[in-house]
């Protein structure tokens, strides 16, 4: 079983970038693809970015391509989400998430297990 934990959410302007950081321990974090999902207040989980289990394999929704780029270091445990341009509409709680088999990179209920999650909150 691996344990996730989000970092570096804030609140930010926007246009400003921020970098997410999800720290894994307690299983071997290569054996997992890793997904970034997030949600906002009254509105459901949804899909932002996936990364299969080298990194070589990357997913992202239509609302944060090209302005978010999903990266993950399997030396060090973690996984990331450089985010660029952000936008109000990007405010969320951020969650990170460990998938074994990657059959549905942007289905959160295709994930094992997942994050406390981080805020990111983007003023106009």
């Known amino acids: 079983q691996v344990h996730l934990v989000e970092s570096g959410g804030g609140l930010v302007l926007a246009g400003a970038s921020l970098r997410l950081s999800c720290a894994a321990s307690?299983?071997?974090?290569?054996?997992?693809?890793m997904g970034w999902f997030r949600q906002a207040p009254g509105k459901e989980r949804e899909f932002v970015a996936a990364?299969?289990?080298?990194?070589?394999?990357?997913y992202y929704s239509d609302s944060v391509k090209g302005r978010f780029t999903i990266s993950r270091d399997n030396a060090k445990n973690t996984l990331y989400l450089q985010m660029n341009s952000l936008k109000p509409e990007d405010t969320a709680v951020y969650y990170c998430?460990?998938?074994?088999?990657?059959?549905?990179?942007?289905?959160?209920?295709?994930?094992?297990?997942w994050g406390q999650g981080t805020q990111v909150t983007v003023s106009s």
């Open positions: 998430a460990a998938d074994i088999a990657f059959a549905r990179p942007n289905a959160a209920g295709g994930y094992d297990y």
């Open positions: 307690g299983g071997t974090f290569s054996s997992y693809a």
């Open positions: 990364a299969s289990w080298s990194g070589s394999r990357t």
